[in-house]
């Protein structure tokens, strides 16, 4: 069962990557403002999935049993997002320009996590089944 969930954990980070590569691409979308559409509401609601499935790889990360250091990223990864959501809307504009910066912060965290929860998932295959020795490497050994 284990195996499994640590499969779902790293198709889950998959899916969180491509999604933020969607995400620049609504980002850069909401900045030229095509087709009459509120610029940015693809990029929020997009930006938001994205937190809450951050947010849900947390438990998946106990539930898989990946290490402590995956899970602490994990967490890490969505204290990020936290400051992210915070940066959209803060008052300064030297500030706000940050949202940019961490972006990119999550971004690479977010390929890192990937990468780690995926060598997990491949490393925990399932153990050789135990056999007796032969008798040829019995006398051989003694």
Do not use: C, K
């Not at 947390?58 to 969505?78: C, E």
């Amino acid at each position: 069962m284990v195996r499994y969930l640590r499969w779902i954990y790293a198709g889950l980070f998959w899916v969180i990557s491509a999604a933020l590569v969607v995400q620049f691409f609504l980002a850069g979308w909401g900045v030229f403002a095509f087709a009459g559409i509120p610029p940015f509401d693809p990029h929020r609601a997009l930006g938001d999935l994205i937190g809450i499935a951050i947010l849900l790889g947390i438990p998946l990360a106990f539930a898989a049993r990946v290490p402590w250091r995956t899970t602490g990223i994990n967490f890490g990864l969505f204290v990020l997002m936290f400051i992210q959501a915070t940066l959209a809307f803060a008052p300064q504009r030297g500030i706000a320009a940050l949202h940019v910066v961490n972006a990119v912060l999550i971004f690479g965290v977010t390929l890192l996590l990937t990468r780690e929860a995926t060598t997990i998932a491949r490393s925990a295959r399932a153990p050789a089944p135990t056999q007796a020795p032969l008798a040829a490497d019995v006398t051989r050994s003694s």
